[in-house]
C-alpha cells in the first residue's frame, strides 16, 4: 500500500512529479570569496521539552529555549541549518540534559565544524517548605547551559537567576521605622572544574540576600520573613560581594560574574551590581 | 540572655511549636467602609510545572504561567493570598489539567468567594513529520485555559497561539517573480459546548494559512513548503475569515475570537486582522 | 539586450515615470464570497514620534507605538494597507495628539469605512521634586489612547500606568520591626464626558499608595519617603478601591478600570487586583 | 514667604520635626571589610528623553532607556546612587548627545571613580522615500551608545539594530516559483577613530539584504521590492559577510561585531550568524 505524505498529495494534484532530490542544487556548499569566516551560525529561539536530574536525584520536566551553532570556515557559503535539528532530535522528543557532550560532537561531526556551542535556558523548580509553618510550596529560577566544544575541550558555563529581598541598609539607619525593601533578581555565572549543582549556586544567593523566596508564606512565615529581612538589609554592592565571597571560597571556580538588580520600591529605575572573577 | 537570630529561631520553632496562630491580627478580615467590591483580586506570574493529556492519550509535561482570582464583595479589605497558593499545591507539585474544575472549586470554598478565575498559559508540543522526507520535529505552540467558576456555573474558554507562513496575494500578483512572505501568528479563543482539543484548533489556523510551520526541513521539504506557500496566497483578512469558516460549521462553537497578525517582511510593522462572533 | 538590474531599474523609474498604477491588479479590491465581515483590520507596531501638549501647556516630545484599524465589510477581500500609513504621515514626520479626530476621520473616509479605531502608547514624563530637598527629577509613566469613530461617533479611552510603592499592613500589623514593600503598577482607564488630564490620573494614583516614587532621593527625601510608605500601608485590594473612590467622585467619569500589580518583595509572583466600573 | 514641600508638610502634620540632614548617617561611605572590588555599579532602567542630532544636522527629540555605572574600590561598602542622577538632570529634563563625555567626567568626579559607563538604548527615525512612488514614509531604528571614561580614556561603542527582508537562496534555487522570505534584524556594534553617524551603519545594513524595509509602499513600490528581493536572495550568513566587508574598507572601524537573525517563514525558530572583527 502507498502512504504519501501531504505535500507529495498536493504535488500530484498540481499535475506533476517532484523533482527528484538528487537534483536540489546545495546552494550553503558552494564556495564563497568574501575570504570571512563566520564565528557563530546557527539556530536560536527553539522551545523544547528537556529532563535534568536535580541534587535530589529526581527528574526534573522542564522547557527550554535553545540555541546551537557552530563556525564555518571562509571557504563556505552557508552552514546546513537543518542538521542542527537533526541533532536536537536525535534521541526523541525530550532532550536530556546529560546527552549535552554528545550533542556537541554530533553537532561538530555533522556539520563538519570546528567549535559548536549549545545554549539552553529553562524554568528550575525546587520544592521548599516556608521558614514557620513548614508548609511545602515549589518556587521558580531560570537556569541557563553555555556548552561550547572547541575540538575535544570542551567549555561549560553554568548560570543561574535568582529572586531575592532586599532592603535597603541607608533607609534602615535613616528612618525612625520602616525601611524600603524589593524583589531584587541576582544572576550567576559559573566556570568550575568539578560540576556545580544548580541548587548549590541558588544556595549562595538566597543566603547573600536580606531573605530567601517563598512561593506559600502563612501569616507567622510572612512575620519571620519581614523580620528576618529587617534584620539583614543589604546594598546591591553587598549582594555581590557576599556571593563573591562563597564562590571565592570554592577552588574549582575559576571564573564567575554575579550581577544583582533591585527593582527598587522607591524609583521607577533599578539599581544594579556587577563583581567577576578572572 | 540568650539572643537568638531570627534565622535560627525560624529552625527552632520548625522543630517545636509554631506561634499560634491566634496572636496574629488578621488584617484582611477586617471591615472595609468604601462599599466597594472588587471583581478580580489574586495572584500572577506563578510558574508551575503541569501536566496535560494531549489527544493521542500521551500525557505532556510542560511549564504553566498561572493567574489565580476570586472576587471580594465589599465588606472585607482584603483576600488571603496563600490560600490561592495552598490550592495550587494542594495535589504535589505538577498541576494536572483534569483537576481545573476542583481546582476552582476549592478557591470559592477556601477564599468564601462566588467567583474563582484560573488561568493558565503554557508550551504545548507536537511531533510533526517533515512534508516530503517525513522526518519527524517538534513544533511548539502556545496555549492558554481561562476557566472561571460563578457559583456552580462554569465557563471555559481555550485559546491557541500558532505559527504559520502566509504570502501576500497582491504582491503575488503584481510581480514578475516571488512574493513577499512572513512568519504570522493567529490566535484562536474558543468557547464550546463540548470540549475541543487543542490539536484540533491547531489544525484549522495551519490549514487556513499559505503553509503550516515545521521545524526540521530537508531540502525536498524546503522545496515543497516554498511551493505550497507561493500556490496558497493569503492576507491576514483571509487567514480569520478562514479559521472563522471552519469554526462556524461546528455547532457547539458557541463563541470565538480570531487574530492574526503578520511580522511584514517588506514592514517594520506588523498587519493585523480580527473577526469575533458572538 | 540590456539587462538592468532591478534596483537600477527601480532607481530608473523613479528619475522618469513610474508604471502606470491602473496596470497593477488590485487584489484587496475584489469580491469575498465568504460572507463574513471583518471587525478590525489594520496595521500595529508602528514607532512614531509624536508631541503631545501637558497640563503645563509645554510640548512634550515623545515616541509612540501605534496601532490603526477599520472594519471591513464582507464584501471585500481586504483592506488597503498603505493607506493608513499615508493618514499617519499626512501631517510631517510628527504626529500632533490634538489631530486624532482628524485623523480617524481620515481613516474613515480614506479606508471607506464605518469604524475607525487608534491606539497609541508612549512613555509620558514629569518633573517632579523630591519631598524634602526639593530637587527636580523626571518621572516617567505609560500613558495610551484608544480612539474610535463609528460613524460620527467619537469613543476615547485614556491610560496610564504608574509606578509606586506599596508597604503590606499584614506584614506591618504581625512583624516587630520591618515591613515588607515593594513597586507596584498601577493601570487606570477611563472614560470621561469631559477631557481628563494625564496628570490627574497621576496623582489620583499617588495619593492612593503607599507612597509615590520618584527618580532623584538625597538621603533626607529616602528617610521621608520611607516613612510615609510605613505610616501609610495599602493592599493592592485598597489600593484600586482608593482610585475608584476618586474616580467616582468625578461626575464626568462614566467607565473606569483600576487594575494594581505588585511585584511583591516576599514572593516569585505578583499579587493582583481589578475593580470596573459600568 | 514659606514654601514648604509636601513631605516636610505630611512631616509637620504629623507633629514632629524632621531630623537634621547632618544627622542622617552615611551607610555607603562605611568601610567594607571583603576586600572586593566592585566591577560596575550604578542604576538602570531609567528613561528619559533625549535630542540627538542626525546626519542631516536637524535635531531628533526621541526617549532613551539609560543605564550609568562606576567601578567601586574595595575599600567603601556602596556608591551614592542619587548622585547618578544629579549627574543626569545637571543640563535639565532633555539629555542632549553631545553632553556624554561631559557627563561621564561629571559621574567620575562626583563618585570619586576610576571608570564611569553610560549606556543609551534608543529609537532613531529616518524619513525614507518608497522606491518607486517616492512617497515619504518615517522608518525606525533602534540605535545604542556604551560610552566608558577610564581616567581621561574614553571608550566607545555605536550600535545599531536594523531590520530587513532576507530571501533565502536555497529556497529559490530549488523551488520552481517563489522562495521563503521573513523580516530579519541585523544588530551591528562598532568602534571607529573616527566617529561614525549611525545612518552609515544602517546604510551598509540596508545594502547587504536582499531589500531595505520600508513604511509605506504603494502597489508599484510593493512590485519593486518583491522583485528586488527575489533578484538578491542572501542567507543570514551572506548578510553578515556583506556588512563585514563595508565594514573592513573603513580604515578607522577598529572593532566590530555583525549579527543577523532571520525570522524564519517557514520555521517557528530563527536563523543566526555572528561575525566579529579584533
Chains 1, 2, 3, 4 share one sequence.
Not at 524554568?123 to 511545602?136: H, I, L, Q, Y
Not at 555565572?189 to 547573600?208: N, P, T, Y
Not at 546594598?235 to 556571593?243: A, G, H, T, Y
Request: proline share 4%; glycine share 6%; aromatic share 6%.
Amino acid at each position: 500500500m502507498l502512504k504519501i505524505s501531504d505535500a507529495m498529495a498536493a504535488e500530484r494534484v498540481r499535475g506533476t512529479r517532484p523533482r527528484k532530490r538528487s537534483r536540489l542544487c546545495d546552494k550553503q556548499s558552494e564556495p564563497d570569496y568574501r575570504e570571512l569566516r563566520i564565528d557563530k551560525v546557527g539556530v536560536r529561539g527553539l522551545r523544547f521539552p528537556i529532563q535534568i536530574r536535580d541534587k535530589a536525584h529526581t527528574l526534573q520536566n522542564t522547557v527550554a529555549t535553545i540555541g546551537m551553532y557552530v563556525d564555518l570556515p571562509k571557504e563556505f557559503k552557508g552552514t546546513h541549518m537543518s542538521r542542527f535539528l537533526e541533532v536536537l532530535h536525535a534521541h526523541g522528543r525530550v532532550v536530556h540534559v546529560e546527552n549535552i557532550p554528545d550533542i556537541l560532537a554530533a553537532m561538530q561531526r555533522k556539520l563538519k565544524a570546528a567549535k559548536a556551542h549549545l545554549e539552553m535556558e529553562f524554568p528550575f523548580f525546587r520544592v521548599k517548605p516556608a521558614p514557620v509553618s513548614g508548609k511545602a510550596g515549589v518556587m521558580d529560577y531560570q537556569a541557563r547551559f553555555d556548552a561550547t566544544a572547541c575540538g575535544s575541550d570542551l567549555d561549560f558555563v553554568l548560570s543561574v537567576k535568582v529572586g531575592v529581598t532586599t532592603l535597603c541598609p541607608c533607609s534602615k539607619a535613616i528612618s525612625r521605622r520602616g525601611a524600603h525593601n524589593q524583589r531584587g533578581t541576582v544572576t550567576v555565572q559559573v566556570r568550575s572544574r568539578k560540576a556545580i549543582w544548580i541548587e548549590d549556586l541558588i544556595g549562595m544567593v538566597e543566603r547573600s540576600a536580606s531573605s530567601e523566596l517563598y512561593s506559600l508564606l502563612k501569616r507567622q512565615d510572612e512575620k519571620a520573613v519581614t523580620e528576618r529581612a529587617y534584620a539583614h538589609p543589604v546594598f546591591v554592592e553587598d549582594l555581590v560581594r557576599n556571593v563573591a565571597v562563597e564562590l571565592n571560597r570554592r577552588a574549582d571556580v575559576t571564573w564567575y560574574r554575579v550581577e544583582a538588580e533591585n527593582h527598587e520600591s522607591i524609583h521607577n529605575h533599578n539599581a544594579y551590581a556587577c563583581i567577576e572573577k578572572g
